[in-house]
């Protein structure tokens, strides 16, 4: 089977011995075919085809009735065994391009240009368009297209510019320009690449804070250690005086330091467990004291005393380490209280009153006696009072405040009274009190 290429056709009019047939170059459809454009369109031959083209504006360069074929020449066939020959390449013919009859017409939208040829013009750079002012012009083969920037849509014909803040295009905060926005973030927020969206930052590392530095959603939070308080500015960390809070928080003297404080007792005492309390140092029971082995130690509140030995004034005479009498019989005694007891106490200051303080009482009684007790003397600032609790007691009782340092010495007297055998007689406790500076 023999076969020709598209466009070509066997020539009947030619072939070898072998009964071998030869292709013409071309076919001219345009008269093979008939009317192959329609539309006021005129067919032009190609070599392999055909094209249509405006018959207003183009003529063939010869006519449809009478064809002219090139003389073509034929090679011999080379392969005897081959049933196909394939045309040889032609000898040059001038193509049948179309050629422009009327030079003035070129398509709209396109321009006659000096080699004959129509350009398309361009009505955006010619401003020979019908866009509007808000409009974008853009070029296109034998035309042009309005449309808007970006940033602006079409609304009844004009170019409006979009309000991206209205439809939430930024996070945070949105900034509305024409065709364009900008977002930007609150304070403690960045703007992430996107340029939408925000992320928080972390204030923290930069270390904004004297102590500690706490990160928040948009912000950071500083702490101070204990013993601290954050100033005004909210970042420094000021000394809190703990010892301004209260006079109660030691017992004696506060002392701040940075961050804490410390509580200090005064001389004779020592701070307890509780590092607030003042507890007295006893100086006979620690041995340090200043005592002779012939003087007797008394601790009170915040120091000590040494006692010498007795020493009992004539006429009378000791009968134990505290106590002096004086007899009856001896008629210097006369007058003179039978017995005088010395005994020894310590008061803090500011005791609160009244309060009880010492008690004394009758140890031998006589049938028809009464007791008169009473303070004979060392009460001068009034501070004592003597109240009977019973017809052989009495309490003394502090019903003043009583400041110290100081020491009070009262001669407490016990006046016994025996009408029927005519009898009065006293005794005597000298109470020695060591009233304390502090209160503790």
């Known amino acids: 089977l023999q076969v020709c290429s598209p466009g070509f056709a066997f020539d009947d009019r030619r072939s070898d011995a072998q009964m071998r047939f030869f292709c013409v170059p071309d076919v001219d459809e345009c008269l093979t075919l008939g009317r192959v454009c329609q539309g006021g369109m005129d067919c032009v031959n190609r070599v392999g085809g055909y094209t249509c083209v405006p018959s207003e504006v183009y003529q063939r360069p010869y006519r449809q009735s009478s064809p002219v074929l090139p003389e073509l020449s034929y090679p011999e066939p080379s392969d005897p065994v081959s049933d196909t020959f394939l045309p040889a390449p032609p000898r040059f013919v001038e193509p049948s391009y179309p050629r422009i009859r009327n ?9 006659l240009a000096a080699d004959g040829t129509c350009n398309d013009i ?8 019908q ?3 808000t409009q974008v012009c853009i070029n296109t083969a034998g035309g042009y297209t309005c449309t808007c920037a970006e940033g602006y849509w079409l609304f009844h014909g004009q170019c409006q510019d979009i309000d991206e803040c209205r439809y939430g295009y930024c996070q945070q905060l949105c900034a509305n320009a024409p065709g364009s926005y900008s977002c930007s973030c609150n304070p403690g927020f960045v703007l992430n690449p996107d340029g939408r969206t925000c992320q928080d930052v972390d204030e923290c590392e930069e270390e904004p804070c004297n102590h500690a530095c706490f990160n928040t959603y948009g912000s950071f939070m500083c702490n101070c250690d204990e013993g601290f308080e954050l100033a005004s500015d909210g970042t420094t960390c000021m000394d809190l005086d703990e010892c301004s809070f209260s006079e109660f928080l030691c017992q004696h003297t506060c002392v701040n330091s940075a961050g804490s404080f410390s509580c200090v007792c005064p001389p004779g005492y020592y701070l307890y467990d509780d590092d607030r309390s003042c507890e007295d140092i006893n100086e006979c029971d620690t041995g340090n004291n200043t005592c002779t082995t012939e003087q007797v130690c008394f601790n009170f509140q915040g120091g000590y005393t040494c006692l010498g030995p007795l020493q009992c004034e004539p006429p009378h005479v000791a009968v134990s380490d505290n106590q002096c009498m004086c007899s009856a019989e001896n008629p210097a005694c006369k007058d003179r209280p039978f017995t005088i007891l010395y005994r020894h106490m310590d008061l803090p200051a500011g005791r609160s009153v009244p309060a009880d303080i010492f008690q004394m009482q009758a140890t031998t009684r006589y049938p028809g006696a ?5 303070i004979k003397s060392g009460n001068d600032g009034r501070e004592f009072y003597m109240r009977q609790t019973s017809h052989v007691s009495a309490t003394l009782v502090l019903v003043r405040p009583i400041k110290g340092p100081k020491k009070v010495v009262l001669d407490l007297e016990m006046v016994t009274v025996n009408n029927v055998i005519n009898f009065r007689g006293s005794s005597i406790i000298q109470l020695t009190i060591f009233v304390s500076e502090h209160p503790f």
């Open 122 to 129: 361009d009505e955006c750079e010619t401003n020979s368009h």
């Open 103 to 111: 030079p003035a017409l070129c398509t709209l939208g396109y321009a």
């Open 370 to 374: 009464f007791y008169i007790f009473q």
């Open 131 to 133: 866009c509007h002012r």
